[in-house]
């Protein structure tokens, strides 16, 4: 199992499990060569903290990005599957819940 550090999985500050995704909101929009360097550098310190390959940590780190952004995308889907009406509370459940997957995915990996 990779040595993955705690962190956060995203800028709300959610907790998680490596700070490879953790990064403070951009004060100004980002370019494209600047976003790609911000991934770049998440992709390395999930290989440096124990992610077998490049690709395997870029796949992982691609991945876990949807997972958060589903939630996003699809507001009302979210408030129908998990039956809770309050967003904060809907939102935290969800991210509580890709905190634990992401765990047992590097488990697994």
Request: charge should be neutral.
């Amino acid at each position: 199992m990779p040595n993955l550090p705690s962190g956060s999985v995203a800028p709300c500050s959610a907790t998680a499990w490596s700070p490879a995704l953790s990064w403070p909101a951009p004060k100004a929009p980002l370019g494209e060569e600047e976003r790609r360097e911000t991934y770049e550098g998440h992709t390395t310190a999930l290989v440096a903290g124990g992610v077998e390959s490049r690709t395997a940590a870029q796949d992982l780190l691609f991945t876990v990005l949807g997972l958060v952004q589903w939630n996003f995308s699809v507001p009302q889907l979210r408030r129908l599957v998990l039956d809770e009406p309050d967003a904060a509370r809907s939102l935290a459940r969800r991210r509580a819940t890709v905190v634990d997957l992401a765990r047992l995915i590097v488990e697994r990996a």
